[in-house]
């Protein structure tokens, strides 16, 4: 009898472990030419419950080096932190127009650094009001579970509790909308594959321009 | 007459512009800098009027910048630039020259972002040297120029200036005015095109072999010549040849230009351009000139 308990009771713990068990969805996604796509932005929203995220304690760091906002896209969830660094040896101005985060920090020199706390979810392009050509996102997400593909296009989000999401996918140059409804099971390690349809890379010429003509 | 290379008034401009640097020099200096070199083809480059005169010739730019970006008040940035420069002519050294320079101005940006007005005017201060005698001179220039883009690919600007070149002898002592427009469409993120066209009312140089300018000054290419050449301002400067004679006269200069600049990396490029000017003095007579320009640009 008592092994008969025990029995019964490791197979409950292990059925209760499986009912609960975290899953993987390992996403990948591809263009039009199912080429990889990098730098897209993979969230899962749970449909069940709210989700529940924490922003992080550490700001989060999109500098601007070489003349370039790096990195490219960057995701965070509302309440979190970003340090702006000018890590250039001239002065930056950066700012963005969109509505979910308006905002223009003055002027401000190499080895600086600016912050600001983004509270909203959204999209906020970031730009440089000297450096026409320099271009960056910041992707604010009410999830805790999101991932940004790496060049392999692919993004794999683990520790997933099992039930309904919609998975979204955002790129800079997204055509349309992209997402799904997606149920995960406990324990699963799911594979997504989504098509996106990109716009050309159309960001504005960084190359310096001629002297141009004119009788001088 | 051919003059050494006189570097005293170029070392002043560099004394004059060091200041300003050294103030800030405890702090990491923003300053950004640019460095091109072209090489021109150019037909007429000696601006005559007479066929027989017309001498093609290469021409050889190279130029360095340095600006400083200065924040003012919200909108509103002070760029102070220095440059120097040089122009060579290989097959007609005495009109080769070097410059150095001080730029200022002032850029309102209207509003926020890559789509906003900018209006920028500016004042420029350059010693020139040329071993061509008399013809050292101090370049001063003042301008105002309004800019747009329009698109993400499609911008265009305006550009009004006043130019005096302050020499020594009259012939190049010149003071001229220019409009222009350009539009810029950005073909691809690599390839650039560029149309512009201005006009220039003012003082323009040229020169004649010593066997035409006699022709004009004794009436034989036309009354109209005859009568108004000898008023001008001349002297034999040899500068395309033995007995060549550089003059000064006003004019109207139309010109075009159109420019195929690819990039070559992020901050490189190298603009192809083809330039044409068109000048008509008081009395009707003309000057054609076509130049084919090769250049290379990098930002540091």
Redesign the interface.
Known sequence: MPRFLLSLSFALLLTAARLTAAAVVQVHVTDAKQSSVADAVVSLIPLDAAPVFTPSTTPVVVAQQ??EFEPYVTVIVPGTRVNFPNQ????H?V?S?SKTKPF?I??Y???TEQSLLFERPGIVAL?C??H?WMAAYIVIVATPYYLKTATDGMARLVDLPPGRYRLEVWHPRLSGEANREVTIAAGDTAQQSITVILKP???????????????K | MIVPWSFRCLAFVGVLSLPAFAATAP??????T?M?T?TTWAENINRASSPSDWTDSVQVDARATASL?T?LI?GV?LITEVDAGYTSLPRYDRNSTVHAGARTALRW?FG???F?PVLTTDVTLARRASRLNGADSWLATSGLSLSK?FT??WRASLTGDWAQNYAPHSVFDTRHH?L?G?V?W?LT??W?L?Y?R?S?WGDITANASARIWARALGGLISPAVGAYYPTLSYETTDSFGPGYVTYRFKAR?D???L?L?P???????L?L?Y?S?FTVNFVGVKYRQDLWTL?I???F
Do not use: C, M, V
């Open positions: 070489g003349q250039d040896n001239i002065r101005q700012y127009l223009e003055p002027l020199g190499p080895g730009g009001n000297i026409d890379d159309r960001r504005i010429r960084r190359a310096p321009d001629g002297a141009g003509g004119g009788y | 702090l990491r200096l923003p300053i950004s640019r091109e072209s970006l924040p919200t940035s940006k926020l972002g890559a906003a883009r993400d690919s220019r222009f350009q810029t950005d993120d690599r650039q560029t512009g201005g220039l200069s010109f075009w230009w420019e600049a990039a070559l990396g992020p901050n490189t490029s603009p351009r330039e000017t250049g640009l990098h930002r």
